[in-house]
């Protein structure tokens, strides 16, 4: 059972209305019908009678609402009671793109900024990342893709043209047996393999960064890459731009939950935002 469609059952016993349960609770009128059907399904009963311009609470709905807000109460206050007990806490979720560019200078940032707190940091998938945050063990999650959700408040920290480089010495001939392929997301890589089909084929794939450039560094060859990451390269290399690719780029998101309960995150939260406006 999902604690949600229980408040979502409260808010729309409260409002006895769909719309604005939905608009309470940040969801759209879709989703608060949706944990409405899972919620009867589960309890195999029918809670509310929907007329055209009421809804009305069935007797199987008046006797789960008081169960459905002493649950919802005891749960908040063991959580409150749990935060009390412990230190202040923030806990950093990202994909691993987002964690090799984002999490370095914000995890320096928070020990600078707010010594006081300890800070968890985890590389997890991105369903992962968005389950976690749903879930609220995740306080703020980075990702280099959007998550969807009318729950969660996304904004873009760190955006970056990419193109195609090559590292090292070479030829002007692109190569499929010198590419490194880095998943930069589907619309990077539909027009680099319209500009150059041969690249289907890689001599190594991955989804990090910092593995991409360590082997370009000591094998060389060419890679899709932000502009600011081939200063991350020795100096000593030969860095050249084969080509950027046109409209495409890299950008590094964070999310967190609309809805901020706990004291003091909010505050982290707009600190953390400010770190890397949107170039």
């Known amino acids: 059972m999902d604690i949600r469609f229980l ?3 409260i808010e729309v016993a409260k409002t006895r209305h769909f719309g604005k349960a939905a608009e309470n609770l940040y969801l759209t009128q879709s989703a608060v019908s949706a944990r409405i059907k899972l919620l009867e399904e589960y309890f195999h009963t029918t809670l509310f009678i ?22 919802c109460s005891t749960l908040n206050e063991a959580k409150q009671e749990l935060q009390i007990q412990s230190s202040e806490y923030v806990v950093c979720g990202a994909t691993q793109l987002a964690s090799e560019l984002m999490l370095p200078t914000t995890l320096s940032h928070l020990h600078n900024t707010f010594p006081d707190w300890s800070v968890k940091a985890e590389v997890l998938s991105l369903d992962g990342l968005s389950r976690q945050l749903h879930e609220r063990v995740t306080d703020l999650a980075f990702s280099t893709e959007p998550l969807k959700s009318e729950e969660v408040k996304s904004e873009v920290l760190l955006e970056n043209h990419l193109g195609l480089y090559r590292i090292g010495e070479g030829s002007n001939v692109v190569d499929a047996a010198e590419f490194v392929a880095i998943d930069w997301g589907s619309k990077a890589r539909d027009l680099l393999l319209t500009l150059y089909p041969q690249l289907r084929d890689a001599k190594l794939r991955t989804n990090s960064l910092n593995l991409a450039l360590n082997n370009l560094q000591y094998e060389g060859g060419v890679a899709v890459l932000p502009e600011g990451a081939v200063n991350q390269l020795d100096p000593t290399i030969a860095i050249s731009l084969i080509q950027p690719l046109e409209g495409i780029t890299m950008k590094v998101y964070l999310h967190t939950m609309k809805q901020v309960r706990r004291v003091g995150l909010e505050a982290l939260i707009t600190s953390v935002s400010a770190i890397h406006p949107a170039k």
């Open 7 to 9: 408040t979502t059952f």
């Open 50 to 71: 929907r007329q055209r311009n009421s809804i009305q609470l069935t007797q199987s709905g008046e006797k789960l609402l008081p169960y459905a807000r002493q649950l």
